[in-house]
């Protein structure tokens, strides 16, 4: 039985992730800014020592091995530039740490635990249509960190394939979470949606039916791609 570790999985598209995962016969173990049940580890990854704890209680709980790991764990929250200095980066550190830096560590103990043990292993990397395309005046942080999760992962992939170690990446544009329906509303609300093609956003569900199929099925050769969910929004 395969063990998952699931970042963010309280709540959005992790809980969507993790609910599909329990369908299929793996072991989850889910993590969240607070510990919300049994299955689910407490630990808030904007502190520099959050993703190593985590990582040692997951391997505690499952064992001592992990499979899969889903970085999906994210902060959305605007940063307009004409705050005060300190403000802007605060919020600027705070983003970066908890949606890149956070990832970065939590891949880097993934990738030297499978190295050390010789075996495959996959990670899939939940970023956003904005690390390809940015964002808004108020989110150069949240595009900057995406863009830099999209690029860890293309390293992860190219490092070590040969050795099993597989990385796939997942773009989602607006999804229909409590995130981006305060996103939404603050960019006028369903307006926003004529830049959609497809005329709705995305479900939870859907996202994660793409990260089950990367953690579980997606074949070898394809680590290194990043798949877009973005209802035609950008397309490449």
């Not at 992730?17 to 407490?42: C, F, K, P």
């Not at 190593?52 to 001592?64: F, K, Y």
């Not at 005060?84 to 830096?101: G, M, Q």
Request: proline share 5%; charged share 20%.
């Amino acid at each position: 039985m395969p063990n998952i570790l699931v970042t963010g999985s309280s709540r959005g598209i992790g809980a969507a992730i993790r609910e599909l995962l329990e369908t299929r016969n793996v072991r989850v173990i889910g993590h969240g800014s607070a510990n919300h049940d049994e299955q689910t580890i407490g630990a808030d990854l904007s502190q520099p020592s959050a993703p190593q704890m985590l990582w040692e209680e997951a391997l505690s709980r499952a064992g001592g091995e992990i499979d899969v790991l889903i970085n999906n764990a994210g902060l959305f929250a605007a940063n307009p530039i004409d705050g005060s200095d300190i403000e802007w980066l605060d919020a600027w550190e705070d983003t970066l740490r908890i949606n890149l830096t956070a990832a970065a560590q939590l891949a880097r103990f993934a990738v030297r635990h499978w190295l050390e043990r010789g075996v495959p292993g996959r990670i899939v990397h939940v970023a956003s249509r904005a690390g390809h395309r940015g964002d808004s005046p108020a989110h150069w942080h949240y595009a900057a960190a995406k863009g830099g999760m999209l690029a860890l992962h293309k390293t992860i992939a190219r490092a070590y394939a040969g050795r099993g170690i597989l990385s796939f990446g997942i773009a989602p544009g607006f999804t229909d979470t409590s995130m981006a329906g305060d996103y939404l509303e603050s960019r006028g609300g369903p307006g926003l949606l004529a830049d959609i093609p497809l005329g709705r956003v995305a479900e939870p569900e859907e996202i994660a039916r793409i990260a089950v199929f990367c953690a579980l099925d997606a074949p070898e050769s394809m680590t290194g791609a990043t798949l877009d969910a973005n209802g035609a929004s950008h397309v490449r």
